[in-house]
């Protein structure tokens, strides 16, 4: 079962939602980079599934910024990204100091906004084995002060795995093209996998339509093919 730590960092501290499996020996682990609803139901149970798979998962709570009495639907406005970095680079930091986690076996993934976010960490922090990104738009805007993510998927130095619909508008087709093209171009490994009936979103399971729930396990079973490639569990 989860449950919140506190870590330190260079701006303060940060709550993270952590869980981990059983085990006696360093292993891989996760950042797992929330969506615009932050550490909810789906987000655990996102942790609830890797962590089934043999993955430590650390969640970083971005929103520990916000005032208390910020609505959740105006928290991802108040988000910058130099904050995100410090807190992301605080979270790992502090699963190398675990006798249990691998320090050269830390994936970066995250849906939605946390794709985006994911992407961002891939590009600055330099620290990770491989990058998830389900579904994450707004690649081409800074949060704040700085370079956007896109600006530095250039710099990316682990492999990408990328899920998206082609009936999402943010990010659309075209912003997937982007991305990918910009990978190509910089000799960035990456695998995009295009579901042509699905919008935005589709792993949550408030979305239950049959094709969504057909990309959202397509898209976990090959999300596990590549963690096993990248940062596979110890038998």
Known sequence: MGAF??????????????????????????????????????????????????????????????????PPKERKALLRDREVIADVAATVDYLCTRPDVAADCIVVMGHCMGGRMALLAAGRLLRFRA??????????????????????????????????????????????????????ANGIAHTFHRY???????????HSAAAERAASEDAWEKTLVFLREAAPVSA
């Open 5 to 70: 730590i506190t870590i330190r960092s260079d701006e303060g501290k940060v709550p993270v939602y952590l869980d981990a499996p059983k085990r006696d020996v360093p292993g891989p682990a996760i950042v797992l980079m929330f969506h615009r609803d932050g550490i909810d139901e789906f987000t655990k149970g996102v942790v609830d599934r890797m962590v089934g798979q043999g993955y430590l998962v650390a969640v970083p709570d971005f929103y520990h910024r916000c005032p208390g009495e910020t």
């Open 131 to 184: 990058c998830i990104v389900y579904y994450g738009g707004s690649v081409n805007r800074a949060w704040g002060d700085g370079p956007t993510p896109f600006e530095t998927l250039r710099s990316i130095e682990c492999p990408v795995l990328g899920f998206f619909g082609k009936l999402d508008k943010h990010p659309s087709p075209e912003d997937v093209n982007q991305i990918d093209a910009e990978l190509t």
């Open 196 to 206: 042509p009936e699905v919008g935005h979103g589709f792993q949550n399971p408030q």
